[in-house]
């Protein structure tokens, strides 16, 4: 396993990462199947464990905490986010100081340790003001209850903002920045990596398989396959169109000309570039795992990746005055 520096900070994480957004721990035999996946990651050097405590309704937060509790805690970099609802009442949600608090709480002892190693705001709150929401993080690190913190999905704005405020109030500094990115969706090739660069924030991506659209098993004119993400999930089933699809067939040829598997490729081809720190994949069971390992052995070549620019119609916005 390789490790890549969290942009300008001291902590080095494996270049893969196992998340637990679509673990299924909905019976006992699930259960187990994720959890030897989990250790299986362990052995095998990824270092990173990522999580949110609306994942499950907490139970991801509860099953991972349990999953790494014989693992030795130093050895380990652990995360989780808040944002989304975790009850009914009107404070349950959002970026608020009280919900951040409340909620670091609950996530630490569903997760068994007395500190997170990073602690993302899921998703930008409009509703708090910036400086309430930055101020209550800061203050997690001093009492150590958390080490490094950052953001999921905000804006290159957004971040800007953030950071004027840190700096006039002296707050300990953002760190990380959670974006999607895959080859279906590379926006943050646009601005984000730029800004992220600028500013030493480390960049952790998740959904690097497109939700499974790279792993392969989804076919130009074969049914979905049982059991599958698409039989239950809008958001995935939404993206298997013909035009889609017909990108994913190129794509298997190209990987299989290199001698992988689709997934494989994707995962390096989204670490070519040295701004990515990590990626967060899921592995349910061991052998999604085995595919994603295979990804730190391979490199992809400058011409490999202009066809992939190519069959996308990918270019970096650029807007010409004059």
Known sequence: MKYRQLGNQGLRVSELALGSWMTDVSDQSKQELAAQSIREAYDNG????????????????????????????????????????????????????????????????????????????????????????LTALSDLVDQGKILYYGVSEWTPVQLLEAQLVIEEHGLHPLSVVQPQYNMFDRYIEHELLDVCAAHGWGVVCFSPLAQGLLTGKYQPGKPIPAGSRATYQGQIKAMLTDANLAKVAKLTAMAENAGTDLASYALAWALRDARVTSLITGASKPSQLASNLKAETLTLSAEECAQIDELFGFKKFHRQVG
């Open 46 to 133: 990824i270092n990173f464990f990522d999580c949110a405590d609306a994942y499950s309704g907490g139970a991801a937060e509860r099953f991972l905490g349990q999953a790494l509790h014989e693992l030795p805690r130093k050895e380990l970099v652990m995360s989780s986010k808040v944002f989304f609802p975790t009850g009914e009442g009107p404070n349950d949600r959002g970026l608020s100081r009280k919900h951040i608090m409340e909620s670091i709480d609950q996530s630490l002892t569903n997760l068994q340790t007395d500190y997170l190693d990073l602690y993302f705001c899921h998703r930008f709150d409009p509703e708090t003001p910036l400086v309430e929401t």
